[in-house]
């Protein structure tokens, strides 16, 4: 498991101008300065030393070094940012989006979403969504109308159309039900 940000020893910012400080052992430095500042992946590790002027090889072996040290472990970073994406309510589709674009590889991805996210949970996710978009959107507005609103809102928050699909279903029905209790 990676350390969290907060453990990582301080670089020394005199240590990295050091003339006999070899470059990998610089790369190593700069980059626990980056993990200082919060966690990452090892891709936005290895861009943001790249980006600084480091050599293939040093990064190469900075990244190696980290990982050794438990500074990065991309797996342990999927499961704390899925955890993260599910506490705000975010969809399968939102989530692998966002994973990627931090750099994880497909496959990581794909297992994470498998071991971390059942689909009666994502759909459980999405249900409660749908009651509090729909509550929000109907006022002063037609049920169609509403129901499309509820609908994109859900897509954007990265549900799939299945899901969405489901869950809108399950609000129909307790809608109707609302309205035979009032009418009734």
């Known amino acids: 498991m990676a350390r969290p940000a907060s453990s990582i ?23 626990l300065s980056f993990l200082e500042k919060r966690d990452r992946t090892e891709r936005e590790v290895s861009e943001k030393l790249s980006g600084t002027g480091f050599s293939e090889g040093a990064v190469t072996a900075a990244i190696g070094r980290l990982r050794d040290n438990g500074f990065v472990n991309d797996k342990d970073y999927a499961a704390r940012y899925l955890e993260l994406l599910l506490a705000k309510g975010r969809g399968r589709l939102r989530i692998a989006s966002d994973m990627r674009r ?60 299945e899901v969405i699909g489901s869950a809108m279903r399950e609000l129909r029905v307790d809608t109707e039900n609302e309205e035979e209790e009032v009418s009734g």
């Open 102 to 161: 931090k750099g994880l590889p497909d496959e990581l991805v794909r297992n994470t979403l498998e071991d971390g996210l059942a689909a009666e949970d994502e759909y459980a996710m999405a249900a409660a969504a749908a009651r509090r978009f729909w509550a929000e959107s109907r006022e002063g507005k037609d049920t169609k109308g509403a129901a499309a609103k509820v609908s994109r809102r859900l897509a954007s928050l990265g549900f799939t159309w």
């Open 9 to 31: 020893p301080f670089a020394q910012p005199a240590r990295l101008c050091d003339p006999c400080m070899d470059e990998a052992e610089r790369a190593y430095e700069r980059a």
